[in-house]
């Protein structure tokens, strides 16, 4: 058993199965689940053959959107009102203008959890935690006064789900009036030896960690039954 091992490229129609070429050797599998994001199935990934229309399309249609956070640790007492697990939005002074929400003493502990997405959370994807540090203090500032940001870290802990190479994003969002995509890539393929799992798969649960769970379980059911019934 392989860990932390790169797949670079997915025969899926072989007679054993699927051939999977990896920088230490190929692996052969009477099938494969593959629970990457889109957004790496879409870049990163190379399939021989290639997958069929139908399925490179519910890939298109499911592109990573990213929401980014940020930790703060706040070096003192001062709660500036707010209990454990106050989630806040930080004002906006205009429509179109960046913002973000925050969760102040998460379980109750001594930082907050700022939170941004779309056009924001790309824009600073690649920026030094000191810069979106200092966007999110300003955020803060606007909030609870200047004053406060005395009792906050110079920098915080940022996620890098946007240009981490094993997400390219944080989660897949539906193209508008695309949603069934999700259920078709969900579907086995290849007379069942290729299979797709993950939150993008989930129609109920999407963008969840449980979505992601019960995605997996359903895929790995469906390659049990298949061998079982190879097997009988």
Do not use: N
């Not at 102040?104 to 907050?112: A, E, Q, S, T």
């Not at 969840?208 to 359903?218: K, L, P, Q, Y």
Request: with cysteine; aromatic share 10%.
């Amino acid at each position: 058993m392989w860990f932390g091992t790169e797949v670079r490229e997915i025969h899926w129609q072989e007679r054993e199965g699927v051939r999977l070429l990896t920088p230490r050797g190929e692996i052969l599998a009477r099938a494969a689940i593959l629970t990457v994001s889109t957004g790496v199935l879409a870049t990163r990934l190379r399939f021989t053959p290639a997958l069929p229309a139908a399925v490179e399309a519910a890939i298109a249609a499911l592109p990573m959107g990213l929401l980014s956070k940020i930790a703060l640790q706040v070096r003192s007492a001062e709660r500036f009102g707010f209990g454990a697990g106050t989630f806040v939005l930080s004002p906006r002074p205009h429509r179109g203008s960046p913002f973000m929400s925050f969760l102040f003493w998460p379980k109750g502990r001594d930082h907050v959890i700022g939170f941004f997405g779309a056009e924001t959370a790309w824009a600073l994807a690649s920026a030094p935690a000191r810069e979106v540090s200092a966007f999110a203090r300003a955020r803060l500032g606007a909030m609870l006064g200047s004053a406060a940001l005395a009792h906050f870290a110079e920098e915080g802990v940022v996620t890098r789900w946007g240009t981490d190479p094993a997400f390219l994003g944080a989660y897949a969002y539906a193209r508008p009036g695309q949603a069934e995509a999700r259920r078709l890539l969900a579907e086995p393929w290849g007379e069942g030896r290729l299979l797709f799992a993950g939150e993008a798969c989930h129609v109920g649960l999407a963008g969840t960690v449980a979505g992601a769970f019960e995605s997996g379980r359903r895929a790995a059911r469906a390659v049990l039954a298949q061998l079982r019934g190879s097997l009988g």
